[in-house]
Each structure stands twice: as C-alpha cells, then as structure tokens.
T-cell receptor, first 115, second 116 residues
Framework: AQSVAQPEDQVNVAEGNPLTVKCTYS??????LFWYVQYPNRGLQFLLKYITGDNLVKGSYGFEAEFNKSQTSFHLKKPSALVSDSALYFC?????????????FGQGTELSVKP | GAGVSQSPSNKVTEKGKDVELRCDPISGHTALYWYRQSLGQGLEFLIY????????KSGLPSDRFSAERTGGSVSTLTIQRTQQEDSAVYLC??????????????FGPGTRLTVT
C-alpha cells in the first residue's frame, strides 16, 4: 500500500540551530513529493516539492529537502531555525502516473522552536 | 491574486442535520480537491474533480457525503444526516491540473465543522 510516514510527532529545536523534520514514503513508481506547513487555524501552505532532477530541493522561507531514493526519504531541513517556524509540517506524496493528483499525507510533525 | 476561499469558516450543526460547505478555487485551476482533517485520522482525501471528467469519489467515507462542481469552478460538499464523527476541518484545494503535471495544490483556510 502507498503510504507516507513522519516518525516524529514533535520536534523541538533552539532558535538558530539546524532543524530536520523526517519523512519516508512507500510507493511503487516515481513519486512526486511535497512539504506543506500549517499555522494555527490556517490552511496548508506549500513549501517545496521534488519532481525529478537534483536531489536537494530549495523552497520557501529558507527550507530545503533532500530526496533519497535508496532510503525512500524526503527530509525537510533548515540551517538556522526561527521561532516563527513553529508550526505543523506535513509531508505528502502523489504519483507521477495517472492517479488524479490526489495527495497522501503523513500524520504531521509539530515543530517547536524556542528562543 | 485571490487564493482558494471557503465558506463558512465555522459551522456548528446538530446531529442529523444536513450541511453544505462551499469552495471557490483559484481562477483557471481545473483540478479541485476536498480533504478532511481530524485528530484521529489526520489529513484524508475525499474527492477530486478534474475539468469535465467524472469525479474521483474514492475517498468519500459514506454515501452521506457528496460533492458537485458547477461550471468547472465553485464546488459544494454536502454531508447529509450529520454524525458526531463528521466533526473535522474540511479543506479544499485547487491546482492548474490534476493529470500528469507536477503541480502543487493550493489550499483554502478550511471549514471547521462541529456536530453536536
């Protein structure tokens, strides 16, 4: 079955430190991978995506993610965390062939950045 | 430009009543999706519209749920005979296309449904 896993419910980092939010996926074929962020009482905002090509993808707000096909992972990273990065982060996958574009989401990781 | 809008932002209804949730996608986006976000189930796909094609209803949890998209734009999600387990945030998203292209989806702010 196709699935996405975010193994950490919560990640705590200090402001200025690097952060990593983990995501692994289980699919057949070549996936398209996405990261979204959700602030309290808001909808999801797109951060970045991997389609093909360079395994390191850069996105909004200084975030980047590394696609690793052998480990089926797509971890979200930022070199220096900000308090304002505190939010709920979702990894999602859709499929590059005819699947209608629907997304399968991980369960979300709550990121808390402390001053 | 304008993003995806949803109305109402909050809806409280009594068990057994019908509710309608509305989504206005980004102009020109041919693909429209409904998702449900709840504490127990996370983010779940409900239904997908692509242009004039038949919708993908594979995520609808029961026959009490239905959706339509009029004129290829506005969509309404209807829940009949609401149950307490229907309480959730209902999110709408749109993208330039569903098939083939690697497009991200743009989400609305959601409708928080509470069934009492």
């Amino acid at each position: 079955a196709q699935s996405v896993a975010q193994p950490e419910d919560q990640v705590n980092v200090a402001e200025g430190n690097p952060l990593t939010v983990k995501c692994t996926y289980s699919v057949s074929g070549n996936p398209y991978l996405f990261w979204y962020v959700q602030y309290p009482n808001r909808g999801l905002q797109f951060l970045l995506k991997y389609i093909t090509g360079d395994n390191l993808v850069k996105g909004s707000y200084g975030f980047e993610a590394e696609f690793n096909k052998s480990q089926t992972s797509f971890h979200l990273k930022k070199p220096s965390a900000l308090v304002s990065d505190s939010a709920l982060y979702f990894c999602a996958v859709r499929f590059s062939y005819n699947q209608g574009g629907k997304l399968i989401f991980g369960q979300g990781t709550e990121l808390s950045v402390k001053p | 430009g304008a993003g995806v809008s949803q109305s109402p932002s909050n809806k409280v209804t009594e068990k057994g009543k019908d509710v309608e949730l509305r989504c206005d996608p980004i102009s020109g986006h041919t693909a429209l999706y409904w998702y449900r976000q709840s504490l127990g189930q996370g983010l779940e796909f409900l239904i997908y519209f692509q242009g004039n094609s038949a919708p993908d209803k594979s995520g609808l949890p029961s026959d009490r749920f239905s959706a339509e998209r009029t004129g290829g734009s506005v969509s309404t999600l209807t829940i009949q005979r609401t149950q307490q387990e229907d309480s959730a945030v209902y999110l709408c998203a749109s993208s330039p296309s569903g098939f083939g292209g690697p497009y991200e989806q743009y989400f609305g702010p959601g409708t928080r449904l509470t069934v009492t």
